[in-house]
């Protein structure tokens, strides 16, 4: 079981920028595809982006594409989600999460299917404001 804490969430105006950061304790962090998922107060959650264990393939959300970047640094057993351009619409608590329900992916579909994610962050609040 990998263990999975996120950190840097907060407030944000509308075209403004943050990095999250998702530390991994536990499992074989380099073994595992990584995704970063979110859910809106009413909302399921949904998918946000995803990377390969390698690093070498990266996959988004269209609501996000060209303005995030998912990114791993296996040496730290970290993975990171730079945010940028910002809009209040993307207000919502992010979850990171380990692919451990599947040796390996090669398609968004597959990627973006959070069933296949077994362990699982707490979570971290991000508001954008207009």
């Known amino acids: 079981q990998v263990q999975l804490v996120e950190s840097g969430g907060g407030l944000a105006l509308a075209g403004g920028s943050l990095r999250l950061s998702c530390a991994a304790s536990?499992?074989?962090?380099?073994?595992?595809?990584m995704g970063w998922f979110r859910q809106a107060p009413g909302k399921e959650r949904e998918f946000v982006a995803a990377?390969?264990?390698?690093?070498?393939?990266?996959y988004y959300a269209d609501s996000v594409k060209g303005r995030f970047a998912i990114s791993r640094d296996n040496a730290k057993n970290t993975v990171y989600l730079q945010m940028n351009s910002l809009k209040p619409e993307d207000t919502a608590v992010f979850y990171c999460?380990?692919?451990?329900?599947?040796?390996?992916?090669?398609?968004?579909?597959?990627?973006?299917?959070?069933?296949?994610?077994?362990?699982w962050g707490q979570g971290t609040q991000v508001t954008v404001s207009s």
């Open positions: 990377v390969s264990w390698t690093g070498g393939r990266t």
């Open positions: 536990g499992g074989t962090f380099s073994s595992y595809a």
């Open positions: 999460a380990a692919q451990t329900h599947r040796n390996y992916c090669s398609t968004y579909g597959c990627y973006a299917r959070s069933d296949l994610y077994g362990d």
